[in-house]
C-alpha cells in the first residue's frame, strides 16, 4: 500500500509534454486521414466538382462491382475457414504431440509472415498450374492429352494460397493459447480414459476459441484487403474489391469510380478491424 | 503429450508433414528450383543453371534491388521514429484520449494498401503537394502503411517495460530529456530493433499501393517480379523472389542477433 502511494501519477502529472504527441499525429493526419477523407470527398462528386450520389449508386449496381464484391466475400470467408482448420490441426500437433523440432518448424512457419505473399502464388504456377509439376506428372503417368488439375486460375487457387500465406496468423495465438492449457488436466482426462478426440473438443477446443475468434478475424480483414495474390494469378474471372480498385484507376483512369469501391472496400475493412479488435480485447492482448 | 500409442503419434506426424510439406516447404522449394531451372517441360526441370541470377543482377533488378533497399530503410527508420514519437507521447495523455489516439495509429493497418495508394495519388497529384511521380510519395506509402506496426510494436515494448526504472532515475532528478535517452530509449532498444526489421521486411514486399503510386524510375522489387512473370519471364521472376526472400531473411537473423545480443 505505502508503494501506491508514489506510484506513476506523480509521473504523469508532472511531464508538460502533452503536445508532444502534435508532431505524429499531425503526419499521421496529413499523409493517411486527409488521404482518406478526399477519397470519401471524390467518390461523392463528379469532375465538375459538383456533388454527385447517382454515380455511387450506379457503382453499386453495376455488374462487375457485385462480382468483385462476391469474389472477394466468397474468397475471404473460405480462406479463413481453411486457415482456422489448418492453423488448429497444426497448433494441435505442434503443442500436444510434440516431435524432436517442433519448434524450430514452428518458427519458420512464423517467419512466412515476413515474406511477400505473392511468392506462393508464383510457386504455386509452377506446383499446379497447367504446366506444372503436379499436371506433367499426371499427364505423364496416364498418358493424358490435356493437364487434369486446373483450380489454379479459379477462386480456389486464390484460397489455397491465402490458407498458406495467412494460416500462420491463426496459428500464432492459438499456440499462446495452448501454452497456457493445463498439462495435468489433459494428463488426468487421458488416465481417466478419455480418447484424444474427447480431450480435444472438451478440454483444449474451450481454451483455443478466443484465439481462434481474433485469428480468425485478422485473416478476415487480412484476406479481405489481399492484393498480390489476386494480382498474380491474374485470372480473368477472379476479381476482388483491391484488384477492381487497381485497374479502374491505373488502366483505366476512372478515379471516381476507384473512389466509389475504395470507399466501400475500407468501411467493409474497418467493420473487420472493430471485430478483430473486439476480439483481440476480449482474448486479453 | 496428447497421444501415446505410437503407431498413432506416426499418424498424426504424417499428417503434420504432408500438411507443412504441401502448404509451406514445397512454395519455397518450388521457388528455389526454378529459379535455377534451365528448361522446365517435365515433372523436373531438365538441367540447371545460375543464369537467371546473373541475369537479373544486372541492369533493371539491381536497380529494382537498391530502390527496394532505400524505399525500405527510409520508410522503416522514419515510422520506428514517428511510431515511438508517438508511443511515449501517448503515455502522458489521459487514458481515453490515449485510447482514442492509438486506435488512430493503428487504423493504416486495417485499410486496404491499394485504397493507401489512391489516397495519395488523389491527395498530392496537384499543388501545393505536387508528389505524383517523384520517389516521395513511394516512400510515404510505405512509410503509412509500415507505421501502424511500428507503432504497435513499440508501444507493446513500453506496456512491458518496468515503470521502475523511469521512477528511480527521475527521483535521482534526471531531467526528462535524459531520462529518455539514457534510461527509457536504452531499455527499449530490443523493441525498437525487432519493430525496425518487421517494418523493413513489409516494404521490401509491399505491393498494393506501390503498383499505383511508382514514378517509372523507382521500380520496387515487388513490382519488377510482378512485371517480369506478367511478360511470361517466370523464371527470373523466381529468382528475383529468391533474392528478396534472401535479403529479407538475412535481415531478420541479423536483427534477432542483434536484439538476442542486447537482451542477455
Not at chain 1, 485473416?219 to 498474380?232: A, D, K, S, Y
Not at chain 2, 523507382?218 to 528478396?244: E, N, Q
Request: charged share 10%.
Amino acid at each position: 500500500m505505502a508503494d501506491a502511494a508514489i506510484l506513476p501519477a506523480q509521473i504523469t502529472r508532472k511531464v508538460p509534454g502533452r503536445l508532444w504527441i502534435v508532431p505524429p499525429a499531425a503526419l499521421l493526419a496529413l499523409l493517411f486521414f486527409y488521404p482518406l477523407v478526399l477519397i470519401v470527398q471524390q467518390a461523392f462528386t463528379d469532375d465538375s466538382g459538383m456533388a454527385n450520389v447517382a454515380e455511387f449508386v450506379r457503382v453499386l449496381h453495376a455488374r462487375f462491382f457485385l462480382n468483385a464484391l462476391i469474389n472477394t466475400i466468397t474468397i475471404s470467408v473460405a480462406a479463413t475457414a481453411g486457415c482456422l482448420i489448418v492453423g488448429l490441426v497444426l497448433g494441435l500437433i505442434l503443442a500436444f504431440v510434440p516431435f524432436p523440432g517442433s519448434g524450430v518448424i514452428a518458427r519458420l512457419i512464423d517467419t512466412f509472415i515476413a515474406l511477400p505473399t505473392f511468392l506462393v502464388t508464383l510457386a504455386f504456377t509452377f506446383l499446379y498450374g497447367s504446366a506444372g509439376m503436379l499436371n506433367a506428372g499426371l499427364m505423364e503417368v496416364f498418358s493424358l492429352q490435356a493437364p487434369p488439375v486446373n483450380f489454379l486460375y479459379s477462386t480456389w487457387g486464390v484460397v489455397l494460397a491465402e490458407v498458406t500465406v495467412y494460416s500462420p496468423f491463426v496459428l500464432r495465438p492459438l499456440l499462446a493459447a495452448f501454452s497456457l492449457v493445463d498439462r495435468g488436466q489433459i494428463e488426468a482426462a487421458s488416465v481417466l480414459g478419455a480418447r484424444p478426440f474427447r480431450i480435444v473438443r472438451q478440454v483444449i477446443l474451450p481454451a483455443a476459441v478466443p484465439a481462434l475468434i481474433a485469428g480468425g478475424s485478422l485473416c478476415l480483414l487480412l484476406t479481405v484487403n489481399e492484393f498480390g495474390i489476386v494480382l498474380f494469378i491474374g485470372a480473368k474471372g477472379v476479381i476482388t474489391l483491391p484488384l477492381l480498385i487497381y485497374s479502374k484507376a491505373i488502366q483505366e483512369s476512372a478515379y471516381q469510380v476507384a473512389c466509389i469501391i475504395a470507399v466501400i472496400n475500407i468501411a467493409l475493412s474497418l467493420g473487420l478491424f472493430g471485430l478483430y479488435r473486439f476480439a483481440a480485447g476480449r482474448l486479453g492482448a | 503429450m496428447l497421444v501415446w500409442s505410437r503407431p498413432g503419434r506416426m499418424l498424426i506426424w504424417t499428417v503434420f508433414a504432408l500438411l507443412f510439406g504441401v502448404l509451406f516447404l514445397a512454395p519455397l522449394a518450388v521457388i528455389l528450383l526454378s529459379s535455377l531451372a534451365d528448361q522446365w517441360n517435365g515433372v523436373l526441370p531438365s538441367g540447371l543453371t545460375v543464369e537467371h541470377y546473373s541475369d537479373v543482377m544486372q541492369g533493371a533488378a539491381w536497380k529494382a534491388m537498391q530502390a527496394s533497399l532505400i524505399t525500405g530503410c527510409l520508410a522503416s527508420a522514419l515510422a520506428l521514429v514517428s511510431g515511438t514519437w508517438a508511443a511515449l507521447a501517448l503515455r502522458v495523455q489521459d487514458a481515453t484520449l490515449a485510447r482514442v489516439l492509438g486506435l488512430l495509429f493503428f487504423i493504416p493497418s486495417a485499410v486496404p494498401s491499394v485504397s493507401v495508394g489512391l489516397g495519395l495519388l488523389v491527395a498530392f497529384s496537384h499543388p501545393p503537394l505536387l508528389l505524383n511521380g517523384t520517389i516521395a510519395i513511394v516512400m510515404i506509402a510505405h512509410f503509412v502503411l509500415i507505421s501502424a506496426f511500428t507503432f504497435g510494436n513499440v508501444s507493446a515494448g513500453l506496456a512491458r517495460l518496468s515503470p521502475d526504472f523511469e521512477q528511480v532515475a527521475s527521483s535521482l532528478g534526471a531531467r526528462p530529456a535524459y531520462r529518455l535517452w539514457h534510461v527509457t530509449l536504452p531499455l527499449l532498444t530490443p523493441y525498437l530493433v525487432a519493430a525496425f526489421g518487421l517494418s523493413f521486411a513489409l516494404s521490401m514486399g509491399e505491393l498494393g499501393a506501390t503498383v499505383m503510386v511508382y514514378p517509372p524510375g523507382w521500380v520496387t522489387l515487388p513490382v519488377s517480379i510482378f512485371s517480369l512473370t506478367d511478360r511470361g519471364d517466370v523464371f527470373a521472376g523466381a529468382a528475383l523472389t529468391m533474392v528478396l526472400v534472401a535479403v529479407t531473411l538475412l535481415l531478420l537473423l541479423g536483427l534477432e542477433r542483434l536484439t538476442g545480443r542486447q537482451t542477455r
